[in-house]
């Protein structure tokens, strides 16, 4: 076992909690613990919306991905990435100026409507819930697969550590603590890829395969998914279990191309357009509708700040969605044996001493990228928690009413039971998969509702009620059958695993349909709810 891994762990909860507690002396007021007092600067805002949008699956799940699948899942860090962009065009400015504190606050201040308030405080719910899901999973994930502990205590560790800080600091902690974690994260898989870049042969050219070849570092059993055959010659048919040992070779798989090679940096051709284009549209819309990404514009002190704040967001992420990609690409080199147990989401953790052995400096780099997974999961939850909270505080808990710091305090706790009870019953699912469902009911529901919200004055609530119903319900439909529901066969399957393609035009289309037919429910103070939308703050005194 790594020496340096408890240390390093230890070391970033206990910074996460000094961090917490210095920003819980600025925490003083409702406000504070909601949105800061609308008082974040764009630099300090970028670096913690970057720390907290960077989540597991940014840090575990795309390197996975791209390690499986090869040039087929770059849409997945180009949709994260690119997804910013979109909100800086689109929504970044009116929504901070709607004085908003919530989404569900967001649609009352625009159409008056507390069914509508009432009806997005559930999709928040819902969104929040399943994006929290694979944070947890994943920090089960790295305790389990470093310490050969408990998955549970791993989950319930980064639960209660989140659940403290957002309780006792609100949005004013977390700020200080998702900026910090950002540039940990950035720091702990750069500095390791600086080492791996840098192994070089004497003649100058890439060393491309491991000294001693790709080995099992662990007793591990792998249950074949499907017929094969083993180094050329060995037959194992579907369902067969296999037993190596510690030390033994990884075995070349016919079914996967564990060489280096064309054939994994092209398309294969095996994924279809719909489901390309879907993916492109959840990712890509989707951002503009987590609720954990969207509070985060509520605390700037203006709109021209939370543009700023965007632009600078869009290079953060950017940048550091190169290294993922660049771990799933060595890790084709130097970890093939993933590719057999199922366990690719691991790359990332397990690369450093794969490549550069296990000696002080392979484990040191290992302890380095596992605290930067621990910052992923911490910051990442910190930030939903923080958005479920709120709008558990202000729609469920005192809806309507002016409610105090401790009642934030068990909106809190009752935001993080759910999520926490769910990762430690199901351990098992692909972390980026359920991000990507979260992406596609977040562009089903709120990515028409705010565009629309805010760019056409036409909309109505019984228009945007029955938009909401009918893309983000279809897209909270597939979610669920995906989840929980058998295993799907051919087209059903395309349609209900990468729903966006068609509940995100159904629920625009439901949106622009139903508000033509009530016009007569347009709000009578349209014209001035769109000049608080989109007039600067300046020509408005």
């Known amino acids: 076992m790594n020496p340096y891994l408890a240390p390093g762990l230890i070391l970033v909860v206990l910074l996460t909690v000094a961090i917490g507690a210095y920003g819980l002396r600025f925490a003083r007021t409702t406000s504070d613990f909601l949105v800061a007092s609308r008082s974040v600067s764009p630099s300090w805002n970028a670096a913690a919306i970057s720390g907290e949008y960077l989540s597991a699956a940014s840090f575990l799940g795309v390197a996975g991905l791209v390690l499986r699948y090869g040039v087929d899942v770059l849409w997945y860090p180009v949709g994260f990435a690119a997804g910013y962009l979109a909100l800086l065009l689109f929504v970044a400015a009116p929504l901070r100026r709607s004085g908003a504190f919530t989404l569900p606050d967001f649609c009352e201040v625009r159409l008056r409507s507390t069914a509508l308030r009432r009806l997005a405080t559930a999709f928040v719910l819902f969104i929040g819930c399943l994006y929290m899901l694979p944070q947890l999973q994943g920090a ?58 840098l192994q070089w042969q004497s003649d100058g050219r890439p060393q491309v395969t491991p000294p001693a070849g790709a080995v099992f570092h662990a007793a591990t059993t792998v249950v074949v998914e499907q017929d094969a055959v083993l180094d050329g010659t060995r037959r194992v048919e579907a369902g067969e279990t296999l037993r190596f040992e510690a030390g033994d070779p990884v075995p070349q798989v016919s079914t996967v191309d564990a060489e280096f090679g064309a054939d994994w940096l092209l398309p294969d051709g095996e994924t279809s357009l719909f489901a390309t284009y879907s993916l492109i549209l959840a990712t890509f819309l989707g951002t503009m509708g987590l609720p954990h990404v969207l509070v985060r ?25 190169l290294l993922p990609t660049m771990y799933g690409v060595l890790g084709r080199i130097y970890t093939p044996q993933l590719l057999m147990t199922g366990s690719s989401d691991a790359v990332v953790l397990l690369l450093p001493e794969a490549a550069l052995g296990d000696g002080h400096l392979g484990r040191l780099l290992g302890a380095l990228v596992t605290a930067g997974a621990l910052a992923a999961f911490l910051s990442t939850s910190s930030g939903l928690l923080t958005s479920v909270a709120g709008v558990i505080f202000t729609d469920v808990l005192r809806p309507g009413r002016n409610g105090s710091i401790r009642d934030f305090r068990v909106a809190t706790l009752l935001a993080a039971s759910v999520p926490t009870l769910l ?63 058998p295993p799907l066969t051919g087209w059903v399957a395309e349609v209900v695993n990468q729903p966006a393609a068609w509940t995100v035009p159904l629920a625009f289309l439901v949106m ?30």
């Open 140 to 197: 089960g994930l790295t305790f389990a697969t470093l310490t050969g502990g408990s998955y549970a205590w791993g989950a319930l560790v980064v639960a209660v550590v989140v659940t403290a800080n957002v309780a006792f600091g609100g949005m004013r902690a977390i700020t200080f603590v998702q900026a910090f974690q950002y540039w940990l994260k950035l720091t702990a898989l750069a500095v390791p890829m600086i080492f791996l870049i």
């Open 297 to 321: 514009f509520y605390t700037n002190p203006d709109g021209a700040s939370a543009r700023r704040t965007t632009l600078v967001v869009l290079a953060m992420v950017g940048l550091f969605y």
């Open 512 to 541: 622009v349909g139903v508000s033509l037919l009530s016009g007569r429910r347009v709000p009578p103070d349209v014209g001035a709810t769109m000049l608080r939308l989109h007039a600067p703050e300046s020509l408005r005194g």
């Open 423 to 485: 990762a430690l019953y199901v351990s098992d699912m692909d972390v980026s998969r359920v991000v990507g469902l979260a992406f596609a009911v977040a562009a089903s529901s709120f990515c028409p509702l705010l565009v629309l919200g805010i760019w056409w004055r036409r909309l109505t609530d019984v228009g945007a009620i029955a938009g909401l119903v009918a893309g983000g319900g279809a897209a909270m439909a597939a979610v669920l059958v995906t989840v929980l529901g």
